[in-house]
Structures are given as structure tokens and as C-alpha cells.
């Protein structure tokens, strides 16, 4: 058991989950608001990914590191 360190949950956007540890930008954007992330991860998919979430997820969080 470790004591002081708080465990984030993982977020959940369109069926996928989206881990703090792997994707910072992301997971903060879901906490804040999870409607405009939804949108936009749909877009990034349609236009780009041939409908894959996941694909438009690891996209769009590589974007935001490197942006």
C-alpha cells in the first residue's frame, strides 16, 4: 500500500479509455470538458481514421505534446 499518492482514475470518451499516464493532454481535456473532446476525437476519426477513436486519440494527443 502506498500512502500520499492519489491513484487518477481513467477517463472514459466514446467507449475508450483514456489513461492520465499515457495521455496527459487528453485525459485533462476529458475531465474538463468531455463534450468538445467527443466532437472533436469524432472529426479527427471521420476525416482521418476511418472512424477509429482510438486512432484519432493517439493523433491528436501526439498533436498536442508536439504543438
Request: glycine share 8%.
Amino acid at each position: 500500500m502506498c500512502f500520499g499518492v492519489k491513484k487518477q482514475s481513467k477517463a472514459i470518451i466514446l467507449g475508450e479509455e483514456i489513461d492520465p499516464d499515457n495521455m496527459p493532454k487528453l485525459y485533462r481535456w476529458a475531465k474538463e470538458n468531455p463534450e468538445t473532446l467527443e466532437r472533436q476525437l469524432k472529426s479527427i476519426a471521420d476525416a482521418w481514421h476511418e472512424g477509429s477513436i482510438r486512432g484519432a486519440m493517439l493523433a491528436l494527443e501526439s498533436d498536442l505534446e508536439h504543438g
